[in-house]
């Protein structure tokens, strides 16, 4: 048992998927674990342990930003014992070529800061994925035939951003989409040696200010949970 969780040794497998919102976490392992069992609650911050194809899995909620996803990833790599780690949550899409549903696959994760920010002090360390997740990724998706994106993100601190200037410049750059959790995790996953991704469904976009309902995000987010489980055991 850790501060945040009340997961006993033994209750988190080696692979965990990171869903922001606990009640993702919830849906993830009803519709595609066997055999779940809810191994956390502490704070609400629901986590399940279950077998996809025979493979052990973790879901674990993080909570939004960085701040509450470094708390879970420490402790998960540190007390537990995980060795890959996938973050599943939505983004908003910053290039018209994105649309809503399509996924993307994070190469990089730029920042103006994480919770790690102060080790690195002058040097403006580059948060990147695991490679072999990566390609494991682009893989699955293509074989579900998913439209998907490969590239850079951007990992916000702030939820309502009004920095114009600096959307601007992302978009200018070619960065695919932006969200608030994959530099922090990505550091993480350096700092310890394991292996980290995110794999992100677009639920809304920063150009076109289209917004997927809230009653179809679910059922979109199911092509996202399979890559990431396929790239996980490939």
């Known amino acids: 048992m850790t501060v945040h969780m009340s997961a006993k040794p033994g209750d988190i497998a080696e692979t965990v998927l990171l869903p922001g919102d606990p009640y993702r976490a919830k849906w993830v392992a009803e519709t595609f674990l066997s055999d779940a069992v809810c191994i956390n ?3 609400g911050m629901l986590g399940y342990t279950g077998t996809w194809q025979g493979n ?8 939004m930003g960085m701040p509450s996803l470094s708390i879970y990833t420490n402790e998960l790599i540190r007390d537990y014992g995980a060795k890959t780690l996938i973050r599943i949550g939505s983004a908003g899409a910053m290039q018209e070529s994105v649309k809503l549903r399509d996924v993307v696959l994070a190469m990089t994760a730029s920042t103006l800061g994480t919770p ?5 002090k002058e040097l403006g ?22 439209a998907t994106h490969v590239g850079g993100i951007y990992s916000s601190n702030t939820f309502y951003d009004e ?13 695919l989409a932006v969200e608030m959790e994959a530099a922090e995790l990505y550091i993480l996953a350096a700092r310890h040696q394991v292996r980290a991704l995110a794999v992100l ?7 076109t200010h289209e917004e997927l309902p809230s009653d179809q995000r679910e059922r979109s987010f199911g092509d996202m949970v399979e890559i990431a489980l396929s790239a996980a055991f490939s």
Do not use: W
Not at 56 to 63: I, L
Not at 164 to 173: A, F, K, P, T, Y
């Open 41 to 43: 609650e502490v704070r």
């Open 56 to 63: 052990r899995v973790t879901v674990q909620g993080t909570g």
């Open 116 to 120: 790690s920010t102060g080790i690195f």
């Open 125 to 146: 360390f580059a948060p990147c994925a695991d490679y072999g997740l990566l390609q494991n990724a682009v893989r699955a998706a293509a074989q579900k035939g998913t």
């Open 163 to 175: 920095r114009d200037d600096l959307n601007e410049q992302m978009i200018r750059h070619g960065v």
């Open 201 to 207: 469904t677009i639920s809304d976009h920063l150009i």
